[in-house]
């Protein structure tokens, strides 16, 4: 089992930065992980951020240029920096892990993930 939890959300004002952080414990050692980042508003489903797998990362088009992931192997932690927030950009953020994809595709979808955070929460305002 792998046990995650998100930090870091925020109120902040548009054009700010915020740093959620998504650190994992438990079996972290067992396997090289895929970790991934969602988010949510009421009514909607749960849409792809960004992930990284394997040396790669990947972006949702509308968080290019503005959202960088990296990780702290050391710290078993990642990162979701956020630059230039928008009020689009208000949601539940989730982290999410799984053992590596050998097929990229997966790292996009929220249904391959094993494990979850429980969620930090992300208000833009103008």
């Known amino acids: 089992q792998v046990r995650l939890v998100e930090s870091g959300g925020a109120l902040v004002q548009v054009g700010d930065s915020l740093r959620l952080s998504c650190a994992a414990s438990?079996?972290?050692?067992?396997?090289?992980?895929?970790v991934g980042w969602f988010r949510q508003t009421p009514g909607k489903e749960r849409e792809f951020v960004a992930a990284?797998?394997?040396?790669?990362?990947y972006y949702v088009d509308s968080v290019k240029g503005r959202f960088t992931v990296s990780s702290d192997n050391g710290r078993n932690t990642v990162y979701l920096q956020m630059n230039s927030l928008k009020p689009d950009d208000t949601a539940v953020y989730y982290c999410?892990?799984?053992?590596?994809?050998?097929?990229?595709?997966?790292?996009?979808?929220?249904?391959?993930?094993?494990?979850w955070g429980q969620g930090t929460q992300v208000t833009v305002s103008t």
């Open positions: 438990g079996r972290t050692g067992a396997y090289d992980y895929a």
């Open positions: 990284v797998n394997w040396n790669d990362r």
């Open positions: 999410a892990a799984s053992p590596l994809f050998s097929n990229s595709r997966d790292a996009l979808r929220a249904p391959s993930y094993a494990y």
